[in-house]
């Protein structure tokens, strides 16, 4: 049914501006759409929510635009802040309701708080301080969320930053809470298991957005989902510590953000966020205030002898993060400054290392967190303190080479090796960026010397694989893949890169083998599909073809590489109207790909559907001028709707891209003895017998022209013109990419 829905919206434009172009899906709540700004260059995309309410009645209407008002005012209100998405535009359009938003491309926090997935501590604490940040904000403006859950945390694809959607007030549009016998009723809103009572209730707090951003907390500790949380059954307390390995200072915070009862709860997420500061700078306070562990105590014991020279001092550095505990004994002060400075030295030493060991495991867990601008910036942190520290240095590379930033990352791994000539990671790794350089010789040896410290690591022996291919030495890279999978018989990467280097060397069978591996092993490895797609048609194996292409395209749905090379093997077995679909599939994803809307074209030319043919093929020529291909397969339509001028205009235009064509002067040749002018049809068949001296089907042609000649005109008649058949011409198949 919401297929049926989708189907309809499709194409729409809503507002005179907003045209649907995909969904985003559907709910009890209302549906979402992705549309494209007609009104703007580029026609930008967006997000249409579509809210609808199950009751027409006056009274559920009146209510339905009041809280949609409501739910633009919000969104309003909140601005241009970075990680809420922005309103374009919101509408009531017959008796339906429109929310036009900012779309944020990338995945929501479900795809990292995925069952048994368990989250350190340290992980926690910058997740919730990224969210509460967030909902800081939102709270500032007197705003409650009131779905604060992972399905509304989307991690931004450009930065990698949450941005949190889906303000709660909208949802009730569409709850039929309004009857004629009770003129209002406060709905709660929410997702179960993040709903605290107050708010299921229907009376929410600022703190029942705390409760949700705690539960998402336990959820990412124990790798649990809510419903499966243990409960007291005298307070209603989350029960959850024995299943989480966390310090009890910070239990406590989260406790107190899931306390049942609101007012035991932090009132806002900015008190929620201090605590959880505070908890932070407290637990990792030095002398320096960097980072993190005490040093251990440094004691220093002299002797003073009679003569005043240093016979006996206590020196005792107790405590380095709380400097009130530093207690210095002496019998003189004489020569001491001395010997607090060395102390001093010793000590400063022990917390630089510290504090920078600290940073450099707060930049690793940023790293894994995908927040790769900010572990660089945390990495380049750990050695303004110790610029000696390998480690570090390897790890600046391994942020540098996520961000693409290849130059600058060779120099960290260079840097790292300069310090530790040992440091397996960072040879590695400077195998790695070397080849993204395409500097491929320099990449071999590094990844040599990496391997010589460790040689079962499989991904570099795949790496070396990838050197070796564009490197053209074929047999070298078969043996490294050979040897990845030998390490690591479950590699799908190194199956499926065995097989396009086997497929490249048109050594079909074994490819598909090689593919057939990958997706041994990762059934749901869209490219290993689509691949072996490509090198079962090269075997002729059509039906396999279409089933590997099909099965690409299930996995992936804006896969439209697998969707154009579907539509083709379609064409190749005559199945016409499930061509057409799959072209129209890739128009949806990649609009601009003029040989989909040239081969959908020709597969509505196939069904005589010749109007819409000609939609298509001019689709494609107003992408590419110069294809010969679609002129003249667009002149065959357009001759076959006996629109022989414009026929002829298509002609001119392939054969002025492409003179040689034979075929195209032969069909222009037909439109014009359609349209009794003689004299150009037979200049046109003698071109295209001059290019192809054996063209039988225009010499015929050329001798009914000439024959047509010496017709009176007033006996001549369009009804006694015969040609061959109906078709101008051939309109070639295109072919599989």
């Not at 919401?2 to 189907?7: A, G, K, Q, S, V």
């Not at 709860?265 to 966020?273: C, H, V, Y």
């Not at 610029?387 to 996520?402: F, I, R």
């Not at 490895?525 to 590997?548: C, E, M, P, S, T």
């Amino acid at each position: 049914m919401y297929r049926t829905r989708y189907n309809q919206m499709l194409g729409n434009i809503l507002a005179g501006r907003y045209q649907i172009i995909s969904n985003l899906g559907g709910g009890g709540f209302g549906e979402t759409y992705i549309a494209c700004d007609t009104q703007l260059p580029g026609t930008p995309q967006c997000v249409v929510k579509k809210l609808k309410p199950q009751s027409d009645d006056p009274d559920t209407l009146q209510t339905a635009r009041r809280l949609f008002d409501t739910e633009a005012q919000v969104l309003y209100q909140l601005g241009n802040y970075q990680h809420i998405p922005q309103l374009l535009a919101y509408f009531e359009e017959n008796q339906e309701f429109y929310l036009v938003q900012e779309l944020i491309e990338g995945n929501d926090l479900n795809q990292e708080l995925t069952p048994g997935k368990v989250f350190t501590q340290a992980e926690v604490i910058l997740l919730l301080q990224e969210i509460l940040e967030i909902l800081e904000f939102v709270h500032q403006q007197k705003v409650i969320h009131r779905d604060m859950n992972p399905r509304n945390l989307l991690r931004h694809k450009l930065d990698n930053k949450l941005v949190l959607i889906d303000f709660g007030a909208v949802k009730q549009i569409t709850t039929n809470f309004v009857t004629s016998q009770i003129p209002k009723i406060t709905v709660a809103i929410g997702t179960p298991g993040y709903i605290p009572s107050e708010q299921a209730m229907g009376n929410p707090k600022l703190s029942s957005d705390i409760y949700a951003v705690g539960i998402i907390a336990i959820q990412a500790l124990t790798g649990l989902s809510p419903e499966q949380f243990e409960h007291d059954a005298d307070t209603n307390e989350i029960i959850w510590q024995h299943q989480a390995n966390v310090t009890p200072e910070f239990a406590e915070i989260i406790d107190k953000m899931v306390k049942y009862d609101f007012r035991d709860r932090f009132i806002s997420a900015r008190e929620a966020l201090q605590a959880l500061k505070d908890f932070s700078s407290g637990s990792n306070k030095s002398a320096a205030t960097l980072a993190l562990a005490p040093a251990p105590a440094l004691v220093a014991n002299h002797q003073f002898g009679k003569s005043g020279k240093i016979q006996s001092a206590n020196i005792k550095l107790l405590h380095p993060i709380n400097p009130k505990k530093i207690v210095i004994k002496t019998l003189t002060g004489i020569t001491l400054i001395g010997a607090i400075a060395t102390a001093g030295f010793f000590v400063v030493d022990a917390i630089n290392s510290t504090n920078s060991a600290a940073l450099y495991k707060q930049a690793n867990t940023l790293y894994d967190l995908q927040r790769y601008q900010d572990a660089l910036n945390t990495y380049e942190k750990a050695l303004e303190i110790r610029d000696d520290y390998a480690d570090a240095w390897n790890g600046k590379g391994k942020a540098l080479y996520e961000l693409k930033k290849y130059q600058d990352a060779l120099l960290a791994y260079d840097k790292s090796i300069q310090l530790q000539p040992g440091l397996f990671l960072a040879w590695r790794g400077r195998g790695f960026t070397l080849a993204k350089l395409e500097r491929y010789h320099e990449a071999i040896s590094s990844y040599n010397k990496a391997l010589e410290i460790q040689a079962d690591d499989a991904e570099i022996w795949n790496a070396k694989g990838e050197v070796f291919s564009q490197l053209k030495q074929y047999d070298d890279a078969i043996q490294s893949y050979d040897k990845a999978v030998e390490l690591k018989s479950d590699y799908p990467q190194s199956w499926y890169n065995k097989g396009k280097l086997l497929h490249n060397l048109k050594r079909y069978e074994d490819a598909i083998k090689s593919y057939d591996k990958a997706i041994e092993y990762q059934p749901s490895y869209q490219n290993a599909w689509y691949d072996k797609g490509n090198a079962l048609v090269n075997l002729q194996r059509h039906q396999d073809a279409f089933n590997a292409y099909d099965k690409a395209v299930q996995i992936k749905s804006d896969f439209y590489p697998a969707w154009f090379s579907r539509g083709n093997i379609l064409l190749k077995m005559g199945r016409y109207v499930e061509a057409i679909d799959s072209f129209k599939e890739v128009t949806k994803y990649s609009p601009n790909n003029y040989q989909a809307w040239y081969s959908r074209g020709w597969a509505l030319h196939q069904q005589q559907r010749y109007e819409e043919a000609v939609e298509s093929f001019n689709k494609a020529t107003a992408i590419k001028r110069n294809d010969f291909q679609v002129w003249y397969s667009r002149g065959n339509s357009l001759y076959n709707l006996k629109r022989y001028g414009e026929a002829v205009s298509s002609y001119n235009r392939a054969v002025n891209y492409k003179p040689d064509h034979y075929e195209s002067w032969y069909s222009r040749g037909n439109a014009y003895l359609n349209l009794q002018r003689f004299p150009e049809a037979i200049k046109s068949y003698e071109q295209a017998i001059k290019i192809k001296p054996d063209f039988q089907q225009a010499i015929n042609a050329l001798n009914q022209a000439q024959a047509q000649l010496t017709v009176p005109k007033d006996v001549s008649k369009p009804e006694q013109i015969k040609i061959q058949k109906e078709d101008s011409g051939v309109t070639s198949n295109p072919q599989n990419n």
